[in-house]
Structures are given as structure tokens and as C-alpha cells.
């Protein structure tokens, strides 16, 4: 499957379609059955992912953010890529919880 139509999957899952992506998506999901498979795997997904609670509390707010900040001043701040670097460690933080529901959907 494609970039775009991934991305038109995540922008539904998002709810931050435009107009016109809205009646691609839809055009899609009337035509393409491999398209529709996908979505609603991505939907599934999704759901699960919600319901197993991911929130940081405050202190792990702030420890992510002085690390974040430290090492922008030790590297290059222009050079680095604060979203990845945010999001390995929101990651590493929630990946037994992430895997878990990943897990269990392989055994079936």
C-alpha cells in the first residue's frame, strides 16, 4: 500500500481529513477491499492502543524534558530532531504496555 493512502489512514484515525481527503477516503473504502482490510486493522488497532491508558505523570514530564533539553545543548539544537527524539523516549517508557496488546494479538 502506498505513502498517501497510509497517511489518509492516519489523518481518519486522527480525524484531521480535509474535505476532499474525506471523499478519497471514502471513494476508497467503496472500492479498494485491500484499502478497507487496512483501515479497519488501523482502527483496531487504534482502539486498543487507547485502552491501555498510556499517561505520564508530571515528574515524568519533566525528568523527559530536562533530558530533552540537555542534550539539545550538548548536540547541536538546529541539527536535532526534538519530535524523534520526544517520541523514543515516550517509547522506551511505554513499550512493555504498547507490546503487550501486540503480543496478544500475534498469539491468536
Known amino acids: ?44 488497532f487504534s482502539r486498543k492502543l487507547r485502552d491501555t491508558n498510556l499517561t505520564l505523570d508530571r515528574n515524568v514530564k519533566d525528568r523527559i524534558y530536562q533530558e530533552i533539553r540537555l542534550r539539545a545543548v550538548k548536540e ?11 517520541t523514543e523516549k515516550i517509547l522506551r517508557l511505554f513499550m512493555p504496555k504498547i507490546c503487550s496488546p501486540l503480543f496478544k494479538m500475534l498469539k491468536k
Not at 484531521?16 to 471514502?26: A, G, I, R
Not at 547541536?76 to 520526544?86: E, P, S, T, Y
Request: charged letters at 40%; aromatic letters at 6%; proline letters at 0%.
Open 1 to 44: 500500500m502506498n505513502h498517501v493512502r497510509e497517511d489518509l489512514i492516519i489523518k481518519y484515525i486522527q480525524n484531521d481529513l480535509s474535505v476532499e481527503e474525506k471523499m478519497e477516503l471514502y471513494d476508497l473504502m467503496l472500492k479498494d477491499g485491500g484499502f478497507r482490510k487496512r483501515l479497519k486493522e488501523e482502527l483496531e
Open 76 to 86: 547541536n539544537l538546529a541539527r536535532m530532531d526534538i519530535g524523534n527524539l520526544v
